[in-house]
């Protein structure tokens, strides 16, 4: 069995798309899945599975999500091996930072930095990103909220389709350790 971390997009934010985690825990367990567990409110489970890849997983948690709650949500599905080395490829000083301060975007696709050509990078510093494996790396002194760098690169681009979900880094740690293997 492998061990995969769920990322589930605008869900319990601003009283919208409310799901329950105990009840995601639940229709995840109907699905099969193994060793379920959610971190916080904000759209994070793990979970082992025999079959299938993060796609396929994707798309299935995705579908039976919309069928028992009514609304879509867009799903990500990424094994430990993924996570593990997207946090190991961070380039920026992590130990060092707040974890306010550096983000990372997950994308369901390759994103060419191309994507951002119209962007002025310089007049946002002392912000700052970095594109790595399906995923862009933020660094915002003063937290997402006041990023007007994380603004920026929001607004709507090419790539339709693409699903794209931040999650801040002590969730990118937590989903680290959490999708590791048992020792």
Not at 115 to 124: G, I, N, Q, V, Y
Request: proline share 5%.
């Amino acid at each position: 069995m492998t061990m995969y971390a769920a990322l589930l997009r605008g869900i319990n934010v601003g009283g919208r798309k409310k799901l329950p985690m105990a009840e995601l825990r639940a229709l995840m367990t109907g699905l099969g899945y193994g060793s379920v567990q959610t971190y916080l409110q904000s759209g994070q489970a793990v979970f082992a599975a025999a079959h299938g890849d993060g796609e396929s997983l994707a798309a299935e948690l995705s579908a039976a999500i919309e069928e028992r709650f009514g609304f879509p949500v867009d799903v990500l599905v990424r094994d430990h091996a993924y996570l593990r080395a997207i946090a190991e490829a961070c380039p920026f000083p992590a130990a060092e930072l707040e974890a306010r301060q550096l983000h990372v975007t997950y994308f369901s696709a390759p994103v060419a930095p191309e994507r951002f050509a119209d962007l002025d990078a310089a007049a946002h510093l002392p912000e700052e990103f970095r594109l790595g494996d399906r995923a862009l790396y933020l660094y915002a002194p003063d937290g997402l909220g006041r990023s007007k760098l994380a603004e920026a690169l929001s607004r709507p681009r090419t790539n339709k389709g693409l699903i794209a979900t931040t999650r801040n880094w002590n969730t990118v740690v937590k989903l680290v350790q959490l999708t590791a293997p048992a020792a």
